[in-house]
Structure formats: C-alpha cells, structure tokens
C-alpha cells in the first residue's frame, strides 16, 4: 500500500468517527422529547390577613349640662305648692302640721321631677368611631403541575402558570420561570 492510500483510510476512518458520533447526539437530540405535556395545573394558595381601619359617624347622646345640680328651683315650687295644698286642709294645728308635711312632700316631689326632667334632657352630637378589621384574602404563591414525559406522569411545583407543555432540559422538567421580556 502506498502512503496516499494509508492516509485515505486514516482520515476516511477518523471521518466516519466524526460522523458516527455527530449522528449518535443528533439522534439522540431528536429522539429526547424537548417538552412535556402539561395535564392538569392546580393553584396553591394561601390566606393573608391585611389589617384595616373601618370609621364610621355614630350619633351619641349625652345629658344636656345641668344648670341647677341641686335641684332647688324644682323643690322650692314643689314645696310652695305642696304649702299651699297643706294650708287647705284642716284648721289650727292640724292645718299647721298639714301644711309643713305639704312643704316637705311638695319640696321632695318637685326635686324628683326636676331630676327626671333633667335626666330626660339629651344633646345627640355625632362623634367619628374607628376599629381595626382584618382582611382575608387568598393568594396565589404556585402551582402543582400534573406533567406527561415519555409516556410517564409526575408532578412538579413551579412559580409561574404554565402554559401547554414545560421545557425539559436533559431529560428533566424544568421548573424556571421563563424569562419576562422587557419594554423597551
């Protein structure tokens, strides 16, 4: 054999090398699936409490300010009249003993209706009343996401809502968010 010979089988034996193992990863690339179908997406949530404050106007009522605490204006009337209602009964002592329990009865009576009258008497003012609620709310913070890949299912938990199918990268689901483009 010659040497251009040799050197033909050498490098036509290095080439099918070459393009024996080109074609194994290219089948291989073609023959490993690039993506798995999704079958069925489930939410996971989870409750946040936000507090809040709620106001409200209330209309309150309040005793009117008093202008005689002691009630004096009420027990002398009561009192002159209870007077005047004694002194009509009965003659000499007895009309003297009538007329200071009429005093006394007339003086207690006009005092009691003068504190219910005062009792009665009401400012309404509306007065602003705040409180704290907690809100609940749910949130979504993932999603378990049933998958088929190469006739097998499993799930996997991901950040993101997932569309169709997931990306596999070397036989394996990957889970990365896909990259959000920007506005320019």
Known sequence: ????????????????????????????????????????????KETVVTP????????????????????????????LAGGL???????????TLATVAGVAAGGYAGNQVQKNMQEGDVVVTTERRCQTVNEKSQKVVGYDVTYRLSGKEGVVRTSYKPGATLPVKNGVVDTTAPAVASKS
């Open 52 to 79: 809040q404050k709620r106001c409200a106007d209330v209309a309150v009522k309040h005793q009117a300010p008093v202008k005689d605490d002691n009630r004096v204006a009420g027990s002398v009337i009561g009192g």
């Open 1 to 44: 054999m010659d040497k251009s010979m040799v050197k033909g089988l050498v490098i036509g034996g290095i080439a099918t090398v070459v393009l024996g193992a080109g074609a194994v990863t290219g089948y291989r690339t073609i023959t490993t699936p690039q993506n798995a179908d999704v079958r069925a997406v489930r939410e996971l």
């Open 85 to 95: 209602l004694g002194n009509q009964i009965g003659g000499g002592k007895g009309k």
